[in-house]
């Protein structure tokens, strides 16, 4: 991965772990962006591109999904004080908020018992939707699903050689990511969710504490290795990387855990 996009990966990462940090308190786009030595214009580009939506809307979003938990957990809290601890002046502020983000009012969610979701919407680029069956979140799902699976193991990929690929064509380059895609979605069980965590870097998180699940999942990712896949007439072949790792750790932070998967890669390509 080159340094530019580690750069904004990294960014990326800061933002994501200052406003998890903050959701309970004022959170404006300048604080962040000063946080993560950025501009506010250059942290708004890279989350339209990354999760198509803006800081202040992600932040909504956040706070809206730790409200719904809130509310399934304690059935008596009342909606006033939740208003209040996630910023909003008003009953009536937070109730719009809250139906933007889960389509209905909080009562109305409450007395639904819906149960909690990682979020109402999935944003899935367009030609990765066409492309690839399965379901895939976006990184502004990734941290109650993180917290989850706590004890789940991850299984991290990337493409051996893009370079000579991207050398062909940029669009070959493209077609690479999105058949190292297709086959870890293939190697993956139902509910293991594949996601980006890089230009050509890849994580499977599982839904499963067994080491040995991962190590299969993985077996069956890399057992394609060498496997051409087809772009405009030619034939080009495709190696992956590929390592597991289990995240230990209580608390979580997007820079640690990127950064470990990140180690598990590199690993994998000694």
Request: glycine share 8%; with cysteine.
């Amino acid at each position: 991965m080159g340094n530019q996009s580690v750069g904004k990966l990294e960014v990326l990462m800061d933002a994501l772990d200052y406003i998890e940090a903050h959701l309970k308190e004022e959170i404006r786009t300048e604080q962040v962006a000063d946080y993560c030595y950025c501009s506010k214009s250059g942290l708004e580009k890279l989350f339209r591109n990354v999760n198509h939506l803006s800081v202040h809307d992600y932040v909504i979003r956040r706070r809206m999904s730790l409200a719904a938990r809130e509310l399934l957990a304690d059935p008596g809290a009342r909606l006033i004080d939740l208003a209040v601890a996630y910023g909003y002046g008003s009953h009536e502020a937070f109730v719009r908020a809250f139906r933007q983000v889960w389509g209905v009012t909080p009562s109305e969610y409450r007395r639904e018992r819906r149960g909690f979701e990682l979020f109402p919407r999935l944003t899935v680029p367009p030609e990765e939707e066409r492309i690839m069956g399965k379901k895939h979140v976006d990184i502004t799902e990734l941290y109650d699903l993180f917290r989850q699976r706590q004890d789940c193991w991850f299984v991290c990929c990337d493409i051996q050689g893009l370079i000579p690929i991207n050398d062909i064509s940029h669009r070959a380059g493209d077609a690479a990511i999105l058949e190292s895609l297709r086959r870890m979605n293939d190697a993956a069980g139902e509910e293991d969710v594949v996601f980006r965590i890089g230009g050509d870097e890849f994580a499977l998180l599982t839904a499963s504490p067994d080491r040995a699940y991962a190590e299969g999942v993985c077996g069956r990712i890399l057992a394609h290795n060498g496997e051409c896949f087809a772009w405009e007439g030619l034939e080009i072949p495709l190696t992956l990387y590929g390592g597991i790792v289990r995240w230990d750790k209580r608390n979580l932070r997007y820079s640690e855990l990127f950064a470990g998967l990140q180690q598990v890669i590199d690993g994998s390509k000694e």
